[in-house]
Protein backbone atom coordinates (compact mmCIF):
# COMPACT_ATOMS: atom_id res chain seq x y z
CA UNK A 1 0.00 0.00 0.00
CA UNK A 2 1.21 3.71 -0.82
CA UNK A 3 2.07 5.68 2.39
CA UNK A 4 2.52 8.73 0.77
CA UNK A 5 0.11 10.31 -2.08
CA UNK A 6 0.67 13.71 -3.74
CA UNK A 7 -1.46 16.14 -5.45
CA UNK A 8 -0.56 19.38 -7.43
CA UNK A 9 1.59 20.48 -9.32
CA UNK A 10 1.70 21.62 -12.78
CA UNK A 11 2.65 24.57 -15.22
CA UNK A 12 2.92 27.98 -14.33
CA UNK A 13 5.14 31.61 -15.25
CA UNK A 14 7.70 33.20 -13.11
CA UNK A 15 6.52 34.69 -9.99
CA UNK A 16 3.35 32.51 -10.20
CA UNK A 17 1.99 30.22 -7.27
CA UNK A 18 1.22 26.66 -6.68
CA UNK A 19 0.65 24.31 -3.50
CA UNK A 20 1.06 20.48 -3.18
CA UNK A 21 -0.10 18.07 -1.30
CA UNK A 22 0.57 15.00 0.28
CA UNK A 23 -1.64 12.21 1.86
CA UNK A 24 0.26 10.11 4.28
CA UNK A 25 -0.52 6.92 5.79
CA UNK A 26 -0.84 7.58 9.69
CA UNK A 27 1.91 5.97 10.95
CA UNK A 28 4.03 7.46 8.55
CA UNK A 29 2.56 10.69 9.00
CA UNK A 30 2.69 10.52 12.85
CA UNK A 31 6.57 8.75 13.64
CA UNK A 32 8.41 10.25 10.47
CA UNK A 33 10.08 13.18 9.71
CA UNK A 34 8.23 15.03 6.51
CA UNK A 35 9.66 16.77 3.86
CA UNK A 36 9.18 18.06 -0.05
CA UNK A 37 11.98 16.81 -2.25
CA UNK A 38 12.66 18.20 -5.64
CA UNK A 39 14.81 16.82 -8.54
CA UNK A 40 15.78 19.40 -11.21
CA UNK A 41 16.34 18.21 -14.91
CA UNK A 42 20.30 16.94 -14.52
CA UNK A 43 20.85 17.61 -10.95
CA UNK A 44 20.65 15.43 -7.97
CA UNK A 45 17.81 15.41 -5.42
CA UNK A 46 17.43 18.22 -2.67
CA UNK A 47 15.48 18.51 0.50
CA UNK A 48 13.44 21.93 -0.54
CA UNK A 49 11.29 21.85 2.97
CA UNK A 50 11.34 19.41 6.11
CA UNK A 51 8.90 19.61 9.05
CA UNK A 52 8.68 17.47 12.62
CA UNK A 53 6.13 16.31 14.69
CA UNK A 54 5.93 19.45 16.68
CA UNK A 55 5.18 21.68 13.28
CA UNK A 56 9.43 23.10 13.36
CA UNK A 57 10.69 23.67 9.80
CA UNK A 58 13.65 23.74 7.77
CA UNK A 59 14.64 25.55 4.42
CA UNK A 60 17.30 25.56 2.39
CA UNK A 61 18.44 29.26 1.31
CA UNK A 62 17.10 28.56 -2.35
CA UNK A 63 13.65 28.71 -1.38
CA UNK A 64 13.47 30.18 2.23
CA UNK A 65 11.01 32.94 2.71
CA UNK A 66 9.20 31.61 -0.83
CA UNK A 67 8.16 27.67 0.14
CA UNK A 68 6.00 26.92 3.07
CA UNK A 69 5.40 23.61 4.41
CA UNK A 70 2.77 22.83 6.89
CA UNK A 71 1.02 19.69 7.38
CA UNK A 72 -3.25 19.19 8.91
CA UNK A 73 -2.86 16.78 11.39
CA UNK A 74 -6.52 15.75 11.30
CA UNK A 75 -5.98 14.92 7.45
CA UNK A 76 -2.76 13.14 7.19
CA UNK A 77 -2.13 15.42 5.14
CA UNK A 78 1.06 17.57 4.00
CA UNK A 79 1.15 20.87 1.86
CA UNK A 80 3.95 23.02 0.09
CA UNK A 81 3.12 26.63 -0.84
CA UNK A 82 5.39 27.97 -3.36
CA UNK A 83 5.50 31.35 -4.17
CA UNK A 84 7.56 33.71 -5.87
CA UNK A 85 8.09 30.80 -8.19
CA UNK A 86 11.38 30.76 -10.51
CA UNK A 87 12.20 28.97 -13.33
CA UNK A 88 14.89 27.24 -11.32
CA UNK A 89 12.36 25.85 -9.42
CA UNK A 90 11.69 23.46 -12.26
CA UNK A 91 11.54 19.74 -11.16
CA UNK A 92 9.93 16.44 -9.93
CA UNK A 93 8.49 17.27 -6.24
CA UNK A 94 8.28 14.08 -4.14
CA UNK A 95 6.45 14.13 -0.88
CA UNK A 96 9.20 11.76 1.49
CA UNK A 97 9.74 10.23 4.80
CA UNK A 98 12.49 9.53 7.17
CA UNK A 99 13.65 9.24 10.84
CA UNK A 100 16.38 11.70 10.25
CA UNK A 101 15.42 15.22 9.26
CA UNK A 102 19.05 15.50 7.90
CA UNK A 103 18.81 12.40 5.51
CA UNK A 104 15.35 14.27 4.18
CA UNK A 105 17.34 18.33 3.59
CA UNK A 106 19.76 16.05 1.72
CA UNK A 107 17.34 14.54 -0.83
CA UNK A 108 16.98 11.03 0.56
CA UNK A 109 14.56 9.15 2.40
CA UNK A 110 13.21 5.73 3.10
CA UNK A 111 9.19 6.37 1.82
CA UNK A 112 8.50 8.43 -1.06
CA UNK A 113 5.36 9.84 -3.14
CA UNK A 114 5.20 9.13 -6.77
CA UNK A 115 6.39 12.86 -7.73
CA UNK A 116 4.58 15.60 -9.31
CA UNK A 117 6.11 18.14 -11.61
CA UNK A 118 6.25 21.32 -11.54
CA UNK A 119 7.32 23.44 -14.21
CA UNK A 120 8.21 27.68 -14.33
CA UNK A 121 8.40 29.12 -17.63
CA UNK A 122 10.44 32.78 -17.37
Known amino acids: AQVLVESGGGSVQAGGSLRLSCVAS????????LAWIRQAPGKEREGVAV???????SYPDSVKGRFTISKDNAKNTLYLQMNSLKPEDTGMYYC????????????????WGQGTQVTVSS
Open 96 to 111: AADAASGRLIRGRAVY
Open 26 to 33: AYTYKNYY
Open 51 to 57: IDSDGIT
